[in-house]
């Protein structure tokens, strides 16, 4: 069930016997010569759909920017700032809160979110039961990351060993490839990629992996690792989402 | 040409030649018991990704929760208060004008956004022009609404007359009918509606406007309507974002 | 009844028959070479302080500097950035209604104002729930532009059409010049000045419209048109105050 | 030389010869039974304009509103915070130092404002900095409170012993019938009054000083000793200004 | 009692007779050649444990950056912005006052702090009634200078005169000589020092008092000094909070 | 060498040879029954100081009250909202950076902080860089939690096993008790302690773990342990450190 493809009715009667929603959350940010500026939102997006199918939740619009400020430095990549983003959090649950929601389950797809993400619930927490929130108390957040769900990471390992690498990698790619097949990029990429992982200014990450990449080949992902990612991700996310909302 | 699936590098080669960027702009909140509650965002999305192929432009991830703090006592409804809607534009436009945007297009489909998104034009422009931002005085940005662009407007008044109403109208039900045929929803309306138009606080609004309509009748819209409104509206809004981006 | 020149005891007892309040907001700002630079707050004071006679009304102090960002590449001009301007307006609401009172009538002198001020409703009507304010949900607000009332437009078109403009036009300078005889400037003024109307940052407004002017000839104003606009401005604004305050 | 009632080329030309500019700052708030709610600001407008005057300097529009918080248990007051206020100085200052203005002096009506525009010296410098203002070094800010000055200080003792109290004084409201004298109110005031003076929060306030006096006796003031003060405070601020204009 | 040094349920037992807590606040910022970088901080935290001595009073961890902006062109010196400090104050506050504490006691080092923290006072005031703190109109804060008790400041000038100066003092250095008798520093001072007093920008300062000092003669503080401006300042502190504590 | 025993002369010959800085991050919050309040800082701060002795690092003033916002239902436990928190990380470095540092290590003693942390370094890349640091891209923030150096880790869990828990670990109690042996608390424990280790609201916090602790007995502690815990993580520490230092 999607939210934006509902009515303030159907969400009322929803409510009556689930206080659950799901928030995709990605990025817009470059993600390599071959990877799509929007693959952690798109991946995000599909498997929080899949998850939403799978479990009769609710599913809100995805948040297509997130925290990019590392990746500014390409053309094309679009960043809040980790203080607009714990705004943007608060805001967004503030008004679901007042609803009756009491449980965000994010289904994240970028690595550099998480941080911000949990100073935003942190803030969250505090910032409602300020306001007089009838049961703030029951409100509770988690971010899980689809890529870090134990049979997605072991399939990447087996399918790409480390050239999965930490940015643009192989298998976020093939999922975007199975979700967007007509958007099937092709680029040279050089054979040499840093296999650091650290991550610093804008201008520094640009000197650092100048075409982008992390480690990663995404050259090795194909549509069908895609649905494969795809449908391990939708399993394992439903099964955390069930587990949280189900927990006290 | 959709931000979201290109890559840095096309975005780069993009630049060579244009320096305007399309965003469609939504809001995610109550439209009346048969309205989506996407509808400003579908409406937006659907008429800007039309734009993109006519004029060759790059557009942006839609923006889907915008400033709706009155439609928040409906379930559903999400809004950002308008000071975070501010450092979100100025967020998202700050990273894009130090890659080399200048024209800075949103295509918008709800009245709620309008005085939030013009504080954030004035608020953007004198932050970049503090960071220095070289030729941040070539930044433009300009808000059209499809809405009430003169020939979507006459039709409106045409098929529906007074009925058309303020909010959840009929016209952009029977876009959002067009573009999600799948999610026609039906739901009894009272024939009397309030003719008021003032917006005050969120609590007031659900008494002044107890089912979400603002003096509407949703059930005169069609699938086909929908189809002409989109026609119409990507024709009026190609041509304002032409003139936008020609304009010294 | 001026706020400023009354105790707090006699608002004390204002508040047993009226919750509404009159607040004018000008600016602070070129205007061209012979427009005064708080011209938008003499006019708006001016008018206010006609309304409060004719209407009982309480009005407060004059918001004297606005929304002018765009303005501040002319020596003089002082601006809010829109983020500031709508923490005022909370600040000043929360005040007044902590106190009792419930309509805040915004009579006003400068179209920059008008986005912000429309923002800063919002975010103040969502903050006045939030920290609890008994019957926040009776709290409303409203922006009247005195050069927009019929009257007041109908006589500024016939005295001098297309020679209006839209800045520094010849019906503001005419009442400044009614206000304060004093004060009337003579400056040579270019017989060309430029008809556009668009707004962007400041430096980008100093080079498009470069003595101030947008399109007007406030060579025509005089005083005598200055008392026209005053009365029929006062009359209009009146009558808006007084309907704002008997609705629901 | 008064801001609102010069242009812009006016001003261009003032700073030809002077970088000074002289901003009254006072306080919308109460002042016990028979004193003006805008007592602060009348107070420091009235001197600032003598000594403008005086001095040949630029006066900017006055504060009306200041740090006022502690008094807003009585109706009629109005108060930013003192964060809100630090941003609108911080705005004020910028616009001003970017059209080249160094020396910001302001002459304050109100106790409460000075630790907040002391804090908001501070932040404006540092920012100012940080947004490469040239000469960003050059900027001064100084505020001096006219009822401090030793002339002042030593005729309010003469005159009222220890019923000048500290606030709602004598002297102020002395000062407001010299400049007001339509405006003279009479109301009874208890014999006993608090000698305290410590400050708190707004109820706090209310229940410490029951009809919002501090220790003072206003039924001593009188138009003539008003007039008195002015004289006297004019020339304490136009030396202080002086000095301040003319030391490195 | 230190606050660091107890547990949730000792803190909880002192609560039941006592709602006082004092805060040591000082400063990290050069004190010219021959003064520590931390001296506001070592004086405060020292005197603030003697006085928690004394009179069995809760003492909280040091805050040990305040407002210093204008010291920031000397290396080694770290500053808060007014505005972050406010935050701040107003997040610890927040955190005790809801665990039951009514009392703040501030035992302050460094002047530049004032200004800042009585704003955030005001502020603290305000946010407390808004988010409905039971008691929150019990709420009282207070700041003391340890360096502007009268017997502190009597003996500093019998010891020093006029070489006291105003900004690395002989007294305060003398302390801090006192409690880390380790770090006694020698160092060449020029023999005339800017007996200036004005504070403004960073740069400024540093133009305006090259070695960091001002007007004053660290070269005569000793460790027994040290010890005669501790004791002196332990009991007029220890005075004052009780006196606080104690006062409706 | 600790900044806050030195001279700003003594920080400027350090700068010639070095751009490292090292802080120690705590938190000011609850940890059960018979932990201090200041563990967190206290823990952070002895391993900082002797890293800062093994590695001839500057080392600044503890930062010890971070992001424990979930704690603050137990009496005692102060916290910065991640929000200020992120302003006051950027105020610090700002300070500093400017000064000529560029390498920021951060000895972190709280799980907490971390998010809110990294959320922090990114928000000062990006405002150094907007403020145009000289070299802002050289600008490096890194936070190393000493509880999770794999030397220290493997110590507790050999010691305590499971019974290490998550919050009031035997562990940090030991190491406390080791720095402070004066301050060894006993109190009764029940046997029985949540093993859940999900962190929302405060409120929640405390209804999930009512005596503070997450699975935890720190009775185990002794200060011999940690002493040892102490040895491992300064060595861990000032080998990550010099590392941190070294790399480019």
Not at 30 to 51: K, N, S
Not at 118 to 123: D, G, L, R, W
Not at 161 to 181: I, K, M, W
Request: net charge negative; with cysteine.
């Amino acid at each position: 069930m999607l939210l934006h493809l509902s009515t303030w009715q159907e969400v009322e009667t929803y409510l009556e016997h689930s206080r659950g929603i799901i928030f995709p959350i990605g990025s817009t940010e470059q993600h390599g010569p071959t990877g799509l500026i929007g693959t952690d939102a798109i991946c995000a997006e599909a498997i929080a759909h899949g998850v939403g199918d799978a479990t009769q939740a609710l599913v809100a619009p995805t948040i297509q920017v997130g925290m990019a400020l590392h990746h500014t430095a390409f053309p094309g990549s679009i960043s809040l700032r980790p203080s607009t983003m714990i705004l943007l959090i608060r805001d967004y649950l503030t008004s679901l809160a007042k609803a009756g929601f009491h449980k965000f389950f994010f289904i994240n797809g970028h690595g550099g979110n998480v941080a911000t993400l949990k100073a935003a619930f942190s803030e969250t927490y505090a910032h409602l039961a300020e306001i007089g929130i009838p049961h703030s108390h029951l409100i509770q957040c988690q971010v899980s990351n689809w890529y870090m769900g134990s049979s997605v990471y072991k399939l990447a390992k087996e399918l790409y060993g480390d050239q999965e690498g930490s940015h643009a990698t192989p298998s976020e790619v093939a999922l975007t490839q199975y979700v967007y097949p007509a958007s099937i990029k092709h680029a040279p990429l050089s054979e040499a990629v840093s296999k650091d992982h650290r991550i610093y200014s804008a201008v520094d990450f640009r000197q650092r992996y100048p075409d982008g990449r992390m480690g990663s080949n995404p050259a090795l992902a194909t549509p069908e690792h895609g649905q494969q990612f795809y449908q391990l991700a939708v399993e394992e996310m439903s099964e955390a989402y069930l587990k949280f909302l189900a927990a006290a």
